[in-house]
Antibody
Framework: QVQLVQSGAEVKKPGASVKVSCKAS????????IHWVRQAPGQGLEWMGI????????SYAQKFQGRVTMTRDTSTTTLYMQLSSLRSEDTAVFYC?????????WGQGTLVTVSS | SYELTQPPSVSVSPGHTARITCSGD??????AYWYQQKSGQAPVLVIY???KRPSGIPERFSGSSSGTMATLTISGAQVEDEADYYC??????????FGGGTKLTVL
């Protein structure tokens, strides 16, 4: 069965960076793009960007351009999302999610708390 | 960025029909997808490609799309359907976006 298993919760100080991982299994890793989605407390889903695990190409939402980097490791079928220059407003749950035309499977989410 | 507009909240009595709308300029040419998110949980796909239901999703969930509006219908809503619902689609260039979400109250 398709599974996306994300890394655990993180606490970061303002100005720091965070790197969230997403381990994919149960399907051919290189056949499906992966989205990253942010959800601030009590807020809606916000699309951050997408990565093609096959070639590594990416497309980022304009809002996150310059601060986000999405990468993958095909040897371990793991995706990564790094967000830099963190501020308190970045406190949120971050999800990886598989693209199949639309999003079909989601990771369990990773809570990132930014606090001094 | 591409805007998909949903009502912030919808209320329905148990056993009645709830309808949640999503409007977007590209919906005449792009599919809509719908997600259910219960408190503290990851979203779950309930409708894909406007009107298809994934396996395991109850038949009371259905979807439709006409013009610039997609609709999620829950026929005979149950208390356990109380959740936030999000639509998803892309603009004409393929840029993805989520609607703002609709809180469904069943009481």
């Amino acid at each position: 069965q398709v599974q996306l298993v994300q890394s655990g919760a993180e606490v970061k100080k303002p100005g720091a960076s965070v790197k969230v991982s997403c381990k994919a299994s149960g399907y051919t890793f290189t056949n499906y793009y992966i989205h990253w989605v942010r959800q601030a407390p009590g807020q809606g889903l916000e699309w951050m960007g997408i990565i093609n695990p096959s070639g590594g190409s990416t497309s980022y939402a304009q809002k996150f351009q310059g601060r986000v980097t999405m990468t993958r490791d095909t040897s371990t079928t793991t995706l990564y999302m790094q967000l830099s220059s963190l501020r308190s407003e970045d406190t949120a749950v971050f999800y990886c999610a598989r693209d199949n035309g639309g999003v079909d499977y989601w990771g369990q989410g990773t809570l990132v708390t930014v606090s001094s | 960025s591409y805007e998909l507009t949903q009502p912030p909240s919808v209320s329905v009595s148990p056993g009645h029909t709830a309808r949640i709308t999503c409007s977007g300029d590209a919906l005449p040419k792009k599919y809509a997808y719908w997600y259910q998110q219960k408190s503290g949980q990851a979203p779950v796909l309930v409708i894909y490609e406007d009107s298809k239901r994934p396996s395991g999703i109850p038949e009371r969930f259905s979807g439709s799309s006409s013009g610039t509006m997609a609709t999620l219908t829950i026929s005979g809503a149950q208390v356990e359907d109380e959740a936030d619902y999000y639509c998803y689609s892309t603009d004409s260039s393929g840029y993805p976006s989520f609607g703002g979400g609709t809180k469904l109250t069943v009481l």
